[in-house]
């Protein structure tokens, strides 16, 4: 949808990286690597996006134009595109699954502190579940980092306070789906508070 109307694939990559981190500045490799594209590619894409102002470069570092006239716009496009693509990979995933608990955060949600960007716990087709992220990476012009746990883990890494899920669940983080009849979110807090009660020399140490 959004290359149909940037022109290319490429240059929607770009823009939807910096659009979605407008406050970061890219070297030119390190825009390579995170959209997967040639550096020739990338510096050509960057060039055409400045002559419309919706760029901006510093020395070796481009950024998104922030002052661009009609940024808010443009940023706001992309979120609505993403939504819509979210949309279609739930629709697809609720055919694949039985999500008893589903979020979606990191490139959704701009949470950099995670290092996923979908939660799903609950059985699932692993073959077909893949086929859905491959679609919605195309879609997003993206990679998607995603995790897979069944219930047994998921409370287990919440009684034991794991990082990477106490980060998620505290984050920024949409929750599509929680069959479980109770706000996980809160729930991790309160163990979380209850564990620095309990363990007062532990919080000195930070």
Known sequence: MLSALFGSEPRVKILHLLLLN???????KELGKETALKAASVRKELNNLKEFGIVKEDGELWSINQDFII????????????????QKFID???????????????????DNLVKTDILLVGPVKRRAFAKLVE????DLAREINFTIMDETEFFYRQEVMDIFLYN???????V???????????EIKRAARTKE??????NDNY
């Open 22 to 28: 407008q406050e970061s500045k890219y070297q030119i």
């Open 168 to 174: 998620i669940l505290t984050g920024k983080t949409i």
């Open 197 to 202: 009660n309990n363990n007062p020399d532990e």
């Open 71 to 86: 940024f808010p716009e443009l940023k706001a496009l992309v979120v609505k595109a993403q939504i819509l693509y979210s």
């Open 135 to 138: 679609q919605l990476e195309k």
């Open 92 to 110: 697809g995933l609720k055919k694949v699954s039985e999500p008893k608990f589903l979020a979606l955060t990191g490139i959704f949600t701009g």
């Open 176 to 186: 599509l789906v929680n069959n479980w009849g109770e706000d996980i979110k809160e």
